[in-house]
């Protein structure tokens, strides 16, 4: 079954705008990531949140975890036409054999 | 350094046919997972490889699906017979161990089950 719950499904937004995405998930977790996917691509990783952490900086990525709600976010800053993919949250389920669980995804088209 | 690499890219078969997939891991990455991704889906593990023994396969549909890393390195995933439902793409990714930390994913193959 999947585990995150990415909110909303899809997104459409203008070059320069923000993009934030939503991640719900179930269990207990030692950390939590996301990844992107280009259409007909694999999945790239984009940044990795420990449970003990509740914000995380990458570039234009930031990311945020709330343990308590079960809940994480992913903001994308100023963003370009080559952002448009599909974004991806995956947790461990507390497991440490390496092994992630990943929700539906949120498809985020941005215009030029 | 090189990604992980599968084959076919694409295939195309009829239902009650058999297939395999091909991946080559990352050098020197000891964990290897097949994933699979439903159209409009996210990725679902199928098994979990640790060098040329089997983790996980608690999601591999024994009936018809097999997959082995006989060296600890390449690995294939078969099915057979293939069924309509088994139409996806099939996700192979790698990592340096068994703990937690980020998977590289090659770029998949499509199968299309007619």
């Known amino acids: 079954s999947q585990q995150g719950e990415e909110d909303p499904q899809a997104l459409s937004i203008q070059e320069g705008e923000n993009a934030t995405m939503n991640c719900s998930y179930k269990t207990s977790i030692n950390n939590l990531q996301w990844y992107r996917q280009n259409s007909g691509r694999g999945l790239v990783h984009l940044i990795l949140i420990r449970s003990n952490e509740r914000e995380k900086h990458s570039g234009r990525l930031r990311v945020t975890l709330d343990t308590s709600k079960k809940s994480s976010s992913l903001l994308i800053t100023a963003s370009r036409a080559a952002d448009t993919a599909s974004y991806f949250c995956a947790t461990d389920r507390g497991s440490t054999l390496g092994r992630l669980y990943f929700g539906r995804g949120t498809q985020l088209t941005v215009w030029p | 350094e090189a990604g992980v690499a599968q084959s076919p890219r694409y295939k195309i078969i009829e239902k009650r046919q058999s297939v395999a997939f091909w991946c080559n891991p990352i050098s020197g990455h000891a964990t290897l997972y097949w994933y699979q991704q439903i159209l409009g889906q996210g990725p679902k593990l199928l098994i979990q490889?640790?060098?040329?023994?089997?983790?996980?396969d608690s999601q591999l549909p024994k009936d018809r699906f097999s997959a082995e890393r006989l060296k600890g390195v390449d690995s294939t995933l078969k099915i057979q017979p293939a069924k309509l439902e088994d139409s996806a793409v099939y996700l192979c990714a790698s990592s340096r161990q068994t703990s937690n930390e980020k998977l590289f994913f090659g770029s998949g193959t499509q199968l299309s089950v007619l």
């Open positions: 490889f640790q060098n040329n023994g089997v983790v996980d």
